[in-house]
């Protein structure tokens, strides 16, 4: 066995929590490696880069440790005829390289107490999610960080993007790109009126829209959607406890007294064009996809279903509780807002599948898509036991697979198309696989339109691939020409 699959699994001891030990432990090695042994045969027709953003702190954290807090490190697998070389390279973002030059961290993670204290910082890790635009890859960070402007074959940090010039903090972890137009479409939250901005960044890079977005009170939203003309926001009602926060401290709350509203917006419209949607409450992380059919908008997602009193109420405390702890109980949903007569409709689409951290064929985010491949999530911690694909039409499961529900860590999966696709699921899907009892890390590669015949190919990394965040899949005509 390599030994870096035999690294320690509490480089920083064990006193941060179980959030930076096993699975989550961080890696020390930015490598380079192609001529990685492969079992099956990597398609031909299987070309881009598949990238995926996490924690991975490189200095020991001060105080009680969560993912959100540990430096990003993007590991990508760039597939090329038939060939594979995998990278893996920290974010550089200011923080690390403040931390760097200080030989020692500055920074307190969010779960530390901040008020009252000059000397303690939140660290902008941009850890959370990475996806292509503008012929480059952005790194992005759950709290509405900077988005950070990655090379998507070396993994270089190439700059802060330009666009956050504009007002507010940065944008969030969670941007829609509409590959058609090139468009980036994001949002960004914060503790003062008017709570959300939302933007629009043409394909250049250049910010074309900015419009505050009034919310009802603070909130944190995670999530948006677009479709070929409308984009869709999210007020939740999840927020910070405000006695907490006014301490310095970060603990949210959920009051399922408020519904769940989404807000249509035209891509470039003003704040007084919003349409307000009303649905049963809830927290939603994740939507799948969204798109248009005559007059209604449809978002597809995976509602994070509340916990329950033993009497069939919705239990507040520990519904925040668990989306703190980042424990997971979620199922794919569709809503309908009728943008004519107002009308709405929302439906579970399968009630018999905890499934998260979705992909679908991204060439079609905002137009109508039916195929979507998920992970089964562990209800108690975050950890992906499988890839699952759906048909969101129906919300049939049509395939899954998994090397061992009991000690696999599954990456998000992406789907890939096939050079040239014959059909919406014709096509590839990748994922890091970390089977903890082996001790085997493998990059995953699964022909989506037959999961359940488990990996086409799998190849072998002599690194482990720490759990992590989110990921996505960059087709070649999506990485500018470099210069070299
Ligand atoms: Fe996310």
Redesign the pocket.
């Known amino acids: 066995m390599n030994a870096r699959l035999n690294d320690p699994d509490a480089p920083f001891g064990d006193s941060h929590g179980p959030l930076l030990t096993g699975a989550f432990a961080p890696v020390f090695e930015e490598l380079v490696l192609d001529a990685l042994p492969v079992d099956g045969e990597i398609p031909a027709d299987l070309n881009g880069v598949y990238l995926r953003n996490g924690p991975n702190p490189r200095l020991e954290p001060n105080g009680n440790y969560h993912p959100f807090d540990g430096d990003g490190m993007i590991h990508a697998a760039h597939f090329d005829r038939g060939r594979v070389t995998y990278r893996n390279k920290w974010v550089r973002t200011d923080a690390m390289l403040e931390e760097t030059r200080a030989g020692a961290s500055p920074f307190w993670g969010i779960m530390g107490t901040l008020k009252g204290r000059s000397d303690r910082r939140l660290k902008d890790t941009a850890n959370?999610?990475v996806i292509a635009h503008g012929g480059q890859a952005v790194a992005s960070w759950?709290m509405a960080g900077t988005p950070y402007v990655i090379d998507p074959i070396t993994l270089e940090t190439v700059r802060k993007a330009d666009y956050i010039r504009a007002p507010g903090n940065g944008f969030s972890?969670?941007p829609k790109v509409d590959e058609h137009t090139g468009e980036l479409c994001y949002f960004d939250y914060g503790h003062e009126h008017p709570y959300m901005w939302y933007g629009v960044v043409d394909a250049t890079g250049t910010l074309v829209h900015h419009v505050p977005v009034e919310l009802p009170g603070a909130r944190l939203p995670?999530?948006m959607a677009i479709t070929e003309h409308y984009s869709i926001l999210h007020d939740l009602p999840l927020f910070n406890d405000e006695e907490a926060y006014r301490a310095g401290r970060h603990k949210i709350r959920f009051d399922s007294r408020l519904p769940a509203r989404f807000g249509v917006i035209p891509r470039r419209g003003q704040p007084s064009a919003i349409r307000w949607f009303e649905f049963s409450p809830c927290f939603l992380?994740?939507v799948v996809n969204a798109w248009e059919e005559g007059d209604e908008v449809v978002m597809v997602a995976c509602r994070y279903m509340p916990a329950r009193t033993p009497d069939g109420r919705i239990d507040d405390t520990r519904t925040a509780h668990m989306i703190a702890h980042l424990m997971m109980d979620a199922r794919l949903w569709r809503y309908r807002m009728n943008l004519k007569t107002g009308a709405t409709h929302e439906e579970c689409l399968n009630a018999g599948h905890n499934v998260e951290?979705p992909s679908y064929d991204s060439r079609r985010t905002g137009r109508r898509t039916r195929w979507a491949y998920l992970v089964d999530h562990d209800p108690d911690m975050l950890r992906w036991t499988g890839v699952r694909k759906f048909d969101t039409d129906s919300g049939e499961c049509t395939g899954a697979w998994s090397d061992g529900h009991a000690h696999c860590w599954y990456s998000e999966p992406w789907f890939a198309p096939a050079d040239n696709p014959r059909s919406e699921d014709h096509g590839y899907v990748v994922s890091f696989v970390w089977n903890a009892r082996e001790r085997t890390q493998q990059l995953q590669v699964f022909d989506a339109l037959q999961i359940s015949r488990g990996p086409l190919a799998r190849v072998h990394l002599p690194q482990r691939v720490p759990a992590g965040?989110?990921a996505c899949w960059v087709k070649p005509g999506q990485i500018r020409a470099r210069r070299d």
């Open positions: 959370t999610d759950y972890a969670h995670h999530d992380y994740h951290f965040f989110h």
